[in-house]
């Protein structure tokens, strides 16, 4: 009776031990598998930030290169629109003096001719370079614009505006919008006592 109760006893133990050793392996695979679902939680939120960090470089990487393609195609078309402009800004001063030489009197009726040959060749050579896109800087009995024109001396008249040029020394030039040469000009200015008393 005593070893029946015994080997029960015994078994009983070992039930146990068995039912709690089932457990324990249950609660170690279900750590297991936590421990394994958070290093992947861990790993796919890092790959999502290498993804965005990626992405954002990408982005900006993209942006500078738009950028780079938009500032080289304006500087070609800067380029083609000013491309004759160091020769029409040459050929500016020998269009001067051949307009002072055919302006001035001719002593004789032969030299006469000649100068209405090169006057043909001045006015040619003109239209030339405005079809370029040269215009002269209309200076003459407007005001003085600091931008346009450049003052190389005062005188007072009083039958116009204080600021106006009374004379163009040297003829300024344009070129599209940009200006190849100032014109030299005489500017109106008016005493103090004149302008107070106005």
Do not use: H, W
């Amino acid at each position: 009776m005593k070893l029946t109760e015994e080997i029960k006893e015994e078994v009983k133990e070992q039930v146990e031990t068995e039912t709690n050793g089932k457990e324990e392996s249950v609660d170690t695979s279900k750590q297991k598998k936590e421990k394994k679902d958070s290093k992947f939680k861990e790993q796919i939120a890092k790959l999502e930030s290498e993804l965005k960090e990626q992405k954002n470089e990408y982005l900006k990487v993209f942006a500078e290169m738009e950028n780079t393609k938009r500032r080289l195609k304006e500087e070609a078309i800067k380029d083609r629109k000013y491309a004759s402009q160091k020769v029409v800004g040459e050929l500016i001063n020998p269009i001067d003096m051949l307009t002072k030489i055919v302006n001035c009197e001719a002593p004789t009726p032969e030299i006469a001719n000649y100068l209405i040959g090169f006057k043909m060749i001045t006015t040619q050579l003109m239209d030339i370079l405005k079809a370029e896109g040269l215009s002269e800087i209309e200076a003459l009995n407007k005001e003085f614009n600091p931008n346009l024109m450049e003052a190389m001396s005062t005188e007072t008249c009083e039958d116009k505006e204080d600021n106006i040029v009374l004379k163009v020394m040297q003829t300024g030039y344009m070129y599209k919008d940009r200006i190849l040469r100032p014109a030299m000009v005489v500017v109106n200015k008016k005493n103090k006592e004149e302008k107070e008393e106005k």
